[in-house]
């Protein structure tokens, strides 16, 4: 990170951005195609640090996935504009993670559960989730493992 100033460096004080964050952007790449899709998600760190996402059964991110799984992610939170005199001393105060990590798609149905759980225990939810059969044999899940994670503010 060039603004060391700028570091967070506790896992707990990172954590707490993920939980605030409404969204996670994905970015894939292939050859010199890149390409960002923002999804909800579920993160949990037991027992290691995954997010998980849920999307269609087809589409670009999941051909993407299927050629190069390995993603960079970011999630920001804590937005505010600091207005100034002149336009140079205009900016944004904020707090952001990046990541990187493997995405798979999660095909063992406990873990499809387990992790539909997880996105929605993220946006509130609480106790015993129940899914329409028909519409959860349509949803892909995804289960990005985690591998590198930082985070920053201003």
């Known amino acids: 990170m060039r ?3 700028r570091a967070i460096s ?12 409404d969204v996670c952007r994905l970015a894939f790449a292939n050859e010199n195609f890149p390409y960002i899709v923002t999804l909800n998600f579920g993160y949990t ?3 290691e640090q995954i997010c998980y ?4 059964r087809e589409g670009k991110k ?8 390995y993603v960079c992610f970011e999630m920001d939170t804590d937005h505010q504009i ?3 005199i002149s336009a140079c001393d205009w900016g944004m105060r904020f707090t952001s993670v990046i990541g990187y990590g493997n995405i798979f798609e999660v095909t063992e149905k406990d873990e499809r559960i387990s992790g539909l759980n997880c996105i929605m225990t993220h946006y509130g939810g609480e106790g015993q989730y129940q899914y329409n059969e028909k519409v959860f044999e349509q949803t892909t899940i995804l289960r990005l493992k985690i591998l590198e994670i930082s985070a920053k503010k201003k």
């Not at 506790?10 to 964050?21: M, N």
């Not at 996402?53 to 269609?56: D, G, I, K, L, T």
């Not at 999941?62 to 799984?69: F, G, Y």
């Open 45 to 47: 760190d037991d027992p």
């Open 3 to 5: 603004r060391a100033d």
């Open 62 to 69: 999941l051909d993407m996935m299927r050629r190069n799984n």
């Open 10 to 21: 506790g896992i707990q004080e990172i954590e707490e951005i993920i939980r605030k964050a």
């Open 53 to 56: 996402f849920h999307c269609a």
């Open 82 to 84: 600091i207005k100034g």
